[in-house]
């Protein structure tokens, strides 16, 4: 495991992150680069990891470099996967700087339903962990490192905070994570913020849809299919899907077992928190002080920069600064030049 010196760990520090002068906006930031971006091409090859459980995950993996680095596995955020424009064009950027890149896809949000009722949420680490695990097996005494988006970064420091003796992953970077999610089930809910809720709650009803119409869920749920099409906000989904699929006792006790919040002491691997004061997705109060973060964390705090966004460029030329910052992170804490 690199050992841990840096002064700057363990704080908050302001980012170096300048904003686009056009798109200082959190919504455009957060928006933007999806549309505007040109994506950054990679051939991506399907590998299927059967689970335990008799359930599967899905692996995109990028071209191994002649010379690689390592293994860098990627954690996408809510609904998102391998074809989300920050995803794709961070494997891109990692397998051009000699990273082997794989991206681990939540239950369910590959190319196919998964197999059992269950899916994913912001805390289940179970099966990140046995794709790490497995990953280690497959190629061992590699150096891997990982990178993990919103919700996937949530569950990513969880992981971290919950196996602090681990030796696999030497590394870590955590983008926009929701530290709180309680506070940002709440904050989602107002303001233009809501149009990413009903996006984003229509791709979940949308699946469990599909799933209840070959799977019978009558063990499981008590909601009929009718109310789970008019549910309006995540905090209803949590408390009538999330919490009772997964074994909580409703929405509050998911909230509180799995925010990062109650694990940042325990992260024993240098790890970078990107994270912006105006990400539309949470409120900046839901950054923790520095006393709640081990001396392994980072948190590098920008005024603007959206939710996954941080665009810099012209309109007619944008780029996304973690592109540089990610990959630049893992080369100093593996000593690349």
């Known amino acids: 495991m690199v050992a841990v010196s840096d002064s700057h760990y363990g704080k908050i520090i302001t980012s170096q992150f300048i904003p686009a002068w056009w798109a200082k906006n959190r919504h455009m930031q957060t928006v933007w680069p999806r549309y505007l971006q040109k994506r950054k091409q990679v051939d991506l090859t399907w590998q299927r990891l059967e689970l335990p459980d008799g359930d599967f995950v899905d692996l995109s993996w990028t071209p191994k470099p002649q010379k690689s680095k390592g293994i860098a596995v990627l954690f996408h955020g809510l609904e998102g ?38 899916a994913y949420h912001s805390g289940d680490t179970g099966d990140a962990l046995y794709c790490i695990n497995w990953l280690e097996k497959q190629f061992p005494s590699i150096n891997k490192v990982a990178v993990g988006f919103s919700l996937g970064a949530n569950m990513l420091l969880k992981l971290l905070g919950e196996n602090p003796t681990q030796k696999i992953l030497k590394a870590a970077v955590c983008v926009s994570p929701p530290f709180r999610l309680e506070d940002c089930a709440a904050a989602i809910n107002h303001g233009f913020s809501n149009n990413y809720q009903k996006y984003l709650l229509r791709s979940m009803v949308r699946k469990l849809t599909a799933k209840m119409a070959i799977l019978d869920y009558s063990q499981y749920l008590d909601i009929s299919l009718d109310s789970l099409k008019k549910l309006t906000t995540f905090r209803e989904f949590d408390e009538y899907v999330t919490a009772p699929l997964h074994q909580f006792n409703g929405a509050q006790d998911y909230y509180d077992k799995c925010s990062a919040i109650g694990f940042t002491q325990k992260v024993n691997i240098p790890t970078l928190v990107l994270h912006a004061k105006d990400d539309p997705f949470m ?19 920008s ?30 804490q593996l000593g690349f030049d």
Request: hydrophobic share 40%; charged share 15%.
């Open 81 to 118: 996967s391998a074809k989300s424009h920050y995803a794709r064009d961070m494997l891109a950027v990692m397998a051009q700087r000699g990273w082997h890149a794989v991206m681990m896809h939540f239950r369910g949000c590959s190319n196919e339903a998964n197999r059992l009722h269950r």
């Open 283 to 301: 409120t900046p109060e839901i950054i923790p002080p520095a006393q709640q973060l081990s001396p392994a964390i980072t948190i590098e705090l």
């Open 303 to 332: 005024e603007h920069g959206g939710h996954v966004g941080f665009m810099q460029g012209t309109p007619w030329h944008p780029k996304v600064w973690l592109h540089q910052r990610v990959p630049q992170f893992f080369d100093e």
